[in-house]
């Protein structure tokens, strides 16, 4: 009746073969992020690399959006849901976030939204469900529906669908979803590709506008990593540890996200093994000569 606990697998690289020929475009687009909660990231347990390749993917193209002036729009589900309005859910998965601590309804911290997103309350699988996500989409002149978040064959595929009955476009971004397993996202994946709209990958959408040229050098690291730093905790050294300096996770997650447009592809991992500005500028240098 419950929610499973979560194993990490591999992101589906397989991606299904679209019906379609549509092509995201920025003046039309809505960016989803779909149920990205801590109450449903939690049945992934701590330490997940399916996670954090989510997380980083989302981050990115939260960040795209922004830049491309593309509204952003979250789902979440409330912690007061009376038994008339959770209906058949109960039935399916039990009363989930209504017997929640409170604190697990939040958006998780390095996705939090800022004043401009937009903030739905989820009350069944498809976002447009008691919603006025149509609405809002028809009068910001948008007929295209990025979709990222959890879980891949349930509430994303299920808005899909609802979209493309809807005459808005979707668009599955395949890395930037997650699931119960990889093959049932894998199953959203071909269901949306064959029958409602259109699979991506989030380098396929960032590729396919122009990104701003930033000179990657040493003192470009630099002026990203200070104002993450502790206030008066002075300038590190190259060898400096940064996390005596006051960096923590949730900053090193938005990080991964902001260079993921820039073609520099890290994980968490990657950062954590040496976290001081010469070793993070060593690894970026890599990343620039593969």
């Known amino acids: 009746m419950s ?16 019906r379609v020929q549509w ?6 687009a809505v960016l989803l ?5 801590d109450y449903f990231l939690r049945y992934y347990g701590s330490d997940s690399a399916l996670v954090d390749k989510l997380l980083a993917n989302l981050i990115a193209l939260r960040n795209w959006a922004r830049e491309n002036r593309v509204p952003v729009v979250y789902t979440a589900q409330p912690t007061e849901q009376s038994d008339a309005e959770r209906a058949l859910l109960n039935d399916m998965w039990g009363p989930g976030l209504t017997t929640a601590d409170p604190d697990q309804a939040a958006i998780v911290g390095p996705l939090a939204p800022e004043k401009n997103d937009t903030m739905l309350v989820k009350w069944r699988y498809s976002a447009f469900q008691r919603s006025p996500l149509q609405t809002l989409m028809h009068d910001w002149g948008r007929d295209q529906l990025l979709i990222g978040g959890v879980y891949a064959h349930i509430g994303c595929m299920t808005t899909a669908l609802d979209a493309f009955m809807r005459d808005i476009q979707p668009f599955m971004i395949a890395d930037a979803l997650a699931d119960f397993s990889r093959g049932e996202h894998q199953q959203a994946l071909d269901f949306v590709a064959g029958r409602c709209g259109a699979v ?52 090193v997650m938005q990080l991964i996200g902001q260079w ?14 040496e976290p001081t500005l010469q070793g993070w500028w060593e690894l970026i240098e890599q990343k620039q000569e593969a």
Do not use: C, K
């Not at 992020?33 to 909660?37: E, G």
């Not at 396919?208 to 690291?221: F, G, K, M, Q, V």
């Not at 993921?260 to 093994?273: K, N, Y």
């Open 200 to 251: 991506i990958t989030t380098g396929q959408l960032l590729r396919s506008n122009t990104i701003p040229n930033h000179a990657l050098d040493y003192h470009w690291l630099t002026a990203q990593i200070l104002p993450l730093l502790e206030e008066g905790a002075g300038e590190p050294e190259a060898d400096d540890n940064l996390i005596d300096y006051g960096l923590d996770s949730v900053q």
């Open 23 to 28: 092509q995201p475009d920025p003046a039309r």
């Open 33 to 37: 992020i779909h149920d990205m909660q």
């Open 260 to 273: 993921q447009p820039l073609g520099i592809h890290l994980t968490f991992e990657d950062l954590a093994r």
């Open 3 to 18: 929610i499973p606990a979560i194993s990490a697998y591999e992101m589906p690289t397989d991606l299904p073969q679209n």
